[in-house]
């Protein structure tokens, strides 16, 4: 078990719930720990990114079997207990921003739809206007070139 700041712990028919903060400014990463009566760990995941901060922040218990919170990504996340075990797909089951050790198969699931944090570019900028700006330009060239009707490349992503 991983984890610096105890943020919450819920008991939930005889398993235990444990939320853990690494307390790293700027990449904070939320641990989430399930153990079953015995305190023996059955399933883990790991919320957060790079350069991406997280204040766990508004838990709250959505009964039967969930509980949802504000982590990172601009998203009221979600935990959904489950009383069996679930087959799940390492990699592809969990949404952006959620990891977990290579396994097919988990006792609780993870829902959220983080957003994207805006970064800003040395200019001050947000990259969301600049890449406006960049398509905007990418428009300008091509209108100029079916104008004049030359073939002109474009480049970019």
């Known amino acids: 078990m991983t984890g610096e700041v105890l ?21 904070d990463m939320l641990r989430i720990y399930m153990f079953d009566a015995n305190m023996v760990l ?30 990172f990504g601009g998203t009221r996340w979600r935990v959904v207990l489950l009383t069996e ?5 390492p990699f592809v089951s969990d949404p ?30 947000s990259e969301t206007t600049i890449e406006t700006q960049i398509g905007s330009l990418r428009s300008l060239l091509i209108s100029a070139a079916a104008s004049s009707r030359e073939t002109i490349a474009v480049f970019g992503h």
């Open 85 to 89: 075990r679930e087959f799940a797909l």
């Open 42 to 71: 059955v399933d883990a995941a790991v919320l957060g990114a790079m350069y991406s901060t997280g204040t766990f922040a508004e838990l709250s218990l959505q009964p039967p079997d969930a509980l949802s919170f504000r982590f």
């Open 7 to 27: 943020e919450a712990a819920v008991e939930w028919r005889g398993y235990h719930i444990v939320f853990l903060t690494d307390d790293i400014p700027f990449e």
């Open 96 to 125: 952006s921003g959620v990891s977990r050790k290579f396994k097919f198969s988990r006792y609780f699931r993870v829902e959220g739809k983080p957003q994207p944090e805006r970064r800003k570019s040395i200019s001050g900028q």
